[in-house]
């Protein structure tokens, strides 16, 4: 019994202690954007859902204005196979015929965001889904490469809805279709539209959650990660090949959203259980932060 008590004041010490650390952070960062791309093993496996989300309500309850940008490409290969349509990739973008294009928007629009949506708002958030039809928040364009489809780019951004809802202690959650000028719907890169919308809220902070540690100078070697660079160094590891595969859209994303005004942009592995409040509250992080300057 006595051990008992000892664990569990212990355990209670480290939980104060913590909390207590985070408070310059806390306090440094309040009412500040952060913008979430959600997606990779965090959307697939239901702990770290579970995570991921309490961290995104933590982020709002102390005062951050956290906005949640999201993919689902499994779950749309899922829903393919259901329909027996046959998934096809070039280049690593989805080709996106008719067919396609509706059962992206079905399962983006009107399941995976209505997931975390409600997942959020069970965890005593406010989330409201959007897309980015919504508010004419995004507008869409032709990627511009033949044979893919309805793949599309951003062509316009407008977030006033998004500060609206930020505003009122809203969570917005964005599911990454838009649609152009005649109505057309387009499947957009959730990466680019998360850089995108950090850009044009001045975001403090934008944070991509994926399946890799961050930016590694050795792709084999974890212990290689680095943890903090500009954007020229980040330049270069992509001409020097040192950044290649399905890093590059990454990096280039962060790279183009800190040109834009954003204070930094995270790589992080977002399967590490509470990967963001590591990344966001703690000194050295546990990714990959990428600046406009290395004086900074």
């Known amino acids: ?28 960062f309040s009412g500040r954007i952060v913008v979430v791309k959600y997606g990779g093993a965090a959307m697939k496996d239901s702990t770290l859902k579970d995570r991921v989300v309490r961290d995104v309500v933590f982020l709002a309850c102390v005062g951050l204005r956290p906005v949640i940008v999201h993919g689902g490409g499994p779950e749309i290969n899922s829903w393919l196979d259901k329909l027996g349509i046959e998934p096809q990739f070039s280049n690593g973008l989805r080709v996106t015929d008719a067919p396609t294009m509706d059962v992206v928007e079905m399962v983006l629009v009107g399941r995976v965001n209505k997931e975390i949506v409600s997942l959020i708002n069970q965890a005593g958030g406010s989330a409201v889904g959007l897309c980015g039809k919504d508010g004419n928040l995004i507008k869409a364009r032709p990627e511009g490469r ?49 850089g995108e919308i950090a850009a044009a809220l001045g975001a403090e902070k934008l944070i991509l959650l994926t399946d890799t540690a961050g930016i590694l100078q050795d792709y084999k070697d974890p212990s290689s ?12 590891l992509i ?34 259980p509470h990967a963001l409040l590591l990344e966001i509250f703690t000194d050295s992080g546990i990714g990959s932060m990428i600046v406009a300057s290395e004086f900074l």
């Open 1 to 28: 019994m006595v051990n008992d008590r000892e664990y569990i004041r212990e355990v209670e010490a480290t939980r104060v202690r913590v909390l207590s650390e985070a408070l310059p952070y806390i306090q440094q």
């Open 239 to 272: 001409a020097d090949g040192v950044v290649g595969g399905g890093m590059i859209p990454k990096v280039n994303c962060c790279v183009r959203s800190l040109a834009q005004g954003v204070k930094a942009a995270h790589i992080i592995d977002g399967r590490i």
């Open 146 to 194: 033949q044979g893919i489809g309805f793949v599309g780019e951003v062509s316009t951004m407008d977030v006033r809805i998004l500060e609206s809802l930020l505003k009122d202690g809203y969570i917005p959650v964005v599911s990454s279709v838009a649609a152009d000028e005649s109505g057309q719907a387009y499947n957009i890169n959730a990466d680019t539209v998360a």
């Open 225 to 236: 990660l680095l943890y903090k660079l500009d954007i020229q160094q980040a330049r270069q």
